[in-house]
Nanobody, 126 residues
Framework: QVHLLESGGGSVQSGGSLRLSCAASGYYRTSYGMAWFRQAPGKEREGVAAIGGDGNTMYADFVKGRFTISRDNVKNTLYLQMNNLKPEDTAMYHC????????????????????WGQGTQVTVSS
């Protein structure tokens, strides 16, 4: 069992920045792929950024150049640095872990992730 706990969400104005964290515990391995997803009210969940167990990263087009995903394998923590935030970034952000593949490349396909955190709310006002 892997436990994921997100933090760092909040309310910011357009153009502001936030840094999300996701602390992993339990049967967590640094070889797992990790990712951030988000879901706004009335909308489907969408992948934001992913980092594979191989260390490579992948971003959704709508965050490229603004968001950066990283992981600290000593602290077992996943991060999402979000800059130049826009009102359309408003959503609940969830981190997810894929324990079924080891040292694999990044993925934003949510069906590949079997552990999910409860989420942290990000609200961006114009």
């Amino acid at each position: 069992q892997v436990h994921l706990l997100e933090s760092g969400g909040g309310s910011v104005q357009s153009g502001g920045s936030l840094r999300l964290s996701c602390a992993a515990s339990g049967y967590y391995r640094t070889s797992y792929g990790m990712a951030w997803f988000r879901q706004a009210p009335g909308k489907e969940r969408e992948g934001v950024a992913a980092i594979g167990g191989d260390g490579n990263t992948m971003y959704a087009d709508f965050v490229k150049g603004r968001f950066t995903i990283s992981r600290d394998n000593v602290k077992n923590t996943l991060y999402l640095q979000m800059n130049n935030l826009k009102p359309e970034d408003t959503a609940m952000y969830h981190c997810a872990a894929d324990s079924t593949r080891f040292n694999a490349g990044p993925s934003l396909w949510d069906a590949e992730f079997n552990y999910w955190g409860q989420g942290t709310q990000v609200t961006v006002s114009s």
